[in-house]
């Protein structure tokens, strides 16, 4: 699993390091392969030991840190092209230094050392991140092959106390031996706290030496972090440490870093109050444009917010500051580009330009598990969005997620604490709403028809089903539909709905098609269509069968028992079938399956069977009520799709008169 996603790459340059070190590293003891094969049978490779240490040096009256990165990692099968690449990434308020990088390979009885020599130096620019002003060296170990080692050790210079840090003591290989280590001077003063360890197996010491004292964390027979689909960020499950430098005393003054909230938006507020200071003419003419004819003042923001999510495109790109400051609202309205912290700022001058109250906020996505209250720091943080208050009710602006209704707070931020903006030593910490499941519903209503088949010969059998059927998506699930059908043709739009209302088999397809409300922010989406399923029916002498669960929604769904991370959902969510089937004349219902339900406030689901004069009709109910279902819910899941996987075998019976 990666630790860091990347949204683009471009190769920069080649550098070539001099790598310093021995030449030839004595190879592993007899059989200690062996017994590491056999103790770790189902991985590729594990890490005889992997390190972080850390020390804070005071230079020039400033705290400073320095990193000591080690890793040994050996090759326990010839699948090694998952770990002979490796990245180390920096940005403009870090550097990196003495790398070295080698494959130990074995050579006959002896092992034979290959340094890597050519270092590929690259911008990578991360998904969304508010901090994007990231880089990257590129190595690739050469010649790896089951029995060789890849050993990497390199130090970080990191000059802002206020970037400073975090160790994963999981990561994508089991490790033997994992250290992390803190010292610092008298003169710093830090805080730590531990995330998700349940045990005592992660062991702590401290040791005070002179003026040095020394934080000490060591973990031995570390599990690998599996790769698992849905799974959170990695700081909701993994085993994580985040220590904070709350201050530092310099010339017999103390200073301030991150001690609390306060402090954290001190330095957000000193980074941006140059920037954006008051409000441009070319901003105040755009926004007297934009809101023209709005009417009241929510009028105005509403149609400010839909300018800039459909007239700015959103870039994320780096520039040095640029990682964590914003530019200028004129420089992007003229660019017509920029990256969230832009989006946001422009957002705020634009809605301030119109004489209204705006904010900037900083938060974190659901990538991130900290609260800013746990964690006030930049970790924290990786977003940035416009705030727009009134009569006390907050909206949350964010213009990076197209298609998104005014007032609705995109996916990615909900349940998330906000750091709004009000001024100079002046702030409001915040909770994103979830937005409720009844406000993404997804309903879909249909009409069938049981028709003799066109395929079948000899004497017609009612097999085939002929239908029609209007969906209604709002919220969320709107927003997500939306985004597909865009910007495809009829063929692409045919294709995705009938991927998405699929219905029976692999014999459905759709006659007609047509949309409402795709523009229409604040109204529902809808989708009406006509189908038809060939041979769907069966036929069994005066008996007809038909299964009415056209769409089985989480069939065979389980959670597999022995998933580690808990299961992210994008948003809460209800979806809703209602089927109607017309009784072929000469027929009367012989059999109706009975109802069917399970809930518990996460998550649940209903059926129930009805017939009212000639129609049979079928409704299915389906809600999850929690943006994250935990291990402990697991068991509650699994008896739910076992219970709905048996109702979906349930037919109605029709039997002739």
């Known amino acids: 699993m990666k630790l860091k996603s990347v949204k683009r790459k471009t190769l920069a340059c080649i550098c070539t390091l001099s790598l310093a070190g021995a030449l030839t590293v004595a190879g592993q003891q007899p059989g200690t392969d062996a017994a590491l094969k056999k103790k770790y049978s189902n991985d590729a490779a594990v890490f005889l030991s992997r390190s972080e240490n850390v020390e804070v040096k005071m230079e020039k009256g400033l705290p400073v840190i320095y990193n000591k990165v080690s890793e040994d990692l050996l090759l326990l099968s010839d699948k090694t092209s998952a770990y002979s690449e490796r990245n180390i990434y920096w940005s403009d308020f870090s550097e990196i230094s003495d790398i070295d990088a080698r494959s130990i390979v074995p050579s006959g009885k002896k092992f034979k050392t290959i340094k890597v020599k050519d270092i590929i130096r690259s911008n990578e620019i991360a998904d969304g991140n508010f901090f994007d002003d990231s880089r990257a060296y590129k190595l ?46 008298s003169e710093v003063k830090i805080r730590y706290k531990l995330f998700n360890v349940k045990d005592s197996s992660i062991q702590f010491s401290s040791k005070t030496s002179g003026k040095k004292t020394t934080y000490l964390w060591k973990l031995k027979d570390a599990k690998k972090v599996k790769p698992e689909d849905g799974a959170p960020g990695l700081s909701y499950y993994v085993p994580n440490i985040v220590v904070l430098i709350d201050s530092y005393t310099s010339e017999g003054k103390t200073h301030e870093v991150l001690p609390d909230v306060a402090s954290l938006y001190e330095w957000y507020y000193n980074l941006m109050k140059n920037v954006n200071s008051s409000v441009t003419p070319p901003v105040k003419k755009l926004a007297d444009s934009i809101t023209a004819g709005a009417g009241d003042s929510l009028g105005k923001v509403k149609k400010i917010f839909e300018w800039v999510e459909n007239n700015i495109n959103y870039i994320a790109y780096e520039d040095s500051l640029a990682g964590l400051i914003p530019r200028e609202a004129s420089l992007v309205i003229a660019r017509r580009f920029g990256d969230c912290k832009d989006m946001a700022t422009t957002l705020t001058q634009l809605i301030r330009a119109a004489g209204l109250p705006a904010y900037p906020a900083w938060l974190g996505t659901r ?276 219970q709905i996987t048996k109702a979906y075998s349930e037919t109605v019976t029709l039997e002739k008169e």
């Open 367 to 642: 990538d991130i598990s900290y609260t800013f209250t746990d964690v006030p720091s930049p970790l924290a943080a990786n977003h940035m969005i416009c705030v727009y208050i009134q009569d006390g009710k907050y909206y949350f602006l964010d213009a990076t997620g197209k298609d998104a209704p005014f007032g609705y707070p995109t996916s990615m931020i909900q349940g998330k604490q906000a750091i709004i903006g009000l001024g100079e030593g002046n702030f409001s910490l915040v909770t994103v709403p979830e937005t409720p499941m009844q406000s993404n519903a997804l309903i879909d209503t249909t009409r069938i028809w049981l028709l003799a088949s066109p395929h079948r010969s000899g004497e017609p059998a009612l097999t085939h089903v002929k239908g029609s059927g209007v969906a209604y998506a709002g919220g969320y699930n709107k927003i997500l539909i939306v985004e597909r059908l865009r910007n495809a043709d009829l063929k692409e739009r045919k294709d995705f709905v009938s991927s998405l209302l699929q219905k029976g088999n692999n014999k459905f397809y759709i006659d007609s098609l047509s949309f409402g409300n795709m523009n229409e922010s604040a109204d529902e989406l809808t989708i009406r269509y006509g189908f038809g399923l060939d041979d769907y029916a069966e036929n069994n002498g005066n008996k007809l069968y038909v299964n009415m669960n056209l769409e089985k929604e989480y069939a065979d769904d389980q959670i597999e028992k022995d998933r580690e991370a808990p299961v992210s959902e994008e948003f809460k969510n209800v979806l809703r079938h209602v089927i109607r089937l017309t009784i072929p004349a000469g027929y009367k219902v012989s059999y109706l399956p009975g109802d069917c339900a399970f809930s518990n406030p996460s998550f649940g689901f209903s059926i129930h069977y009805s017939v009212h004069g000639e129609v049979v009709t079928e409704e299915q109910m389906f809600f999850v009520d929690t943006l994250m279902i935990g291990q402990s819910e697991f068991g509650g899941w699994n008896k739910m799709i076992s």
């Open 140 to 185: 690739d170990f050469p010649g790896l092959a089951a029995g060789s080692r890849a050993t990497l050790s390199y130090t970080e210079k990191i000059y802002d106390p206020h970037l400073y840090g975090r160790f994963f003591f999981n990561t994508y290989a089991p490790a033997e031996d994992v250290e992390y280590s803190v010292t610092i001077p």
